[in-house]
Nanobody, 125 residues
Framework: QVQLIESGGGSVQTGGSLRLSCLGS????????MGWFRQAPGRERELVAV????????YAPEAAMGRFIISRDNAKNTVDLQMNNLKPEDTAIYYC??????????????????WGQGTQVTVSS
């Protein structure tokens, strides 16, 4: 099975930026639809952004608010999430996930069988 490891999380002030990276091993990420999700304490896990095999991208406005950019580099076997103008409400554990390229690109977290361990993002005022 593919293994996913997130990195790049940390603590920043409001307005700062972070770049999260998901490194795949075991299998090429290029054969998967890749998603970034986040979960804050007391809240359900929510979609942040998705990128499919051809490179089509979908963002969740209520989560990203147009401030995030998802990208993939198949040569490096990575999927990144550039996060700009961070706000306290962005504080959460961020997860990288993968699924086989079947079904709707907008499917939720339950359709992703492969997950990383998560990386903490904390945004303070």
């Amino acid at each position: 099975q593919v293994q996913l490891i997130e990195s790049g999380g940390g603590s920043v002030q409001t307005g700062g930026s972070l770049r999260l990276s998901c490194l795949g091993s075991g299998r090429p990420l290029g054969i998967y639809t890749m998603g970034w999700f986040r979960q804050a304490p007391g809240r359900e896990r929510e979609l942040v952004a998705v990128i499919n095999v051809p490179g089509l991208k979908i963002y969740a406005p209520e989560a990203a608010m147009g401030r995030f950019i998802i990208s993939r580099d198949n040569a490096k076997n990575t999927v990144d999430l550039q996060m700009n103008n961070l706000k306290p409400e962005d504080t959460a554990i961020y997860y990288c996930a993968a699924k086989e390229t079947t079904g709707n690109i907008a499917e939720g977290s339950s359709s992703y069988p492969y997950w990383g361990q998560g990386t903490q993002v904390t945004v303070s005022s």
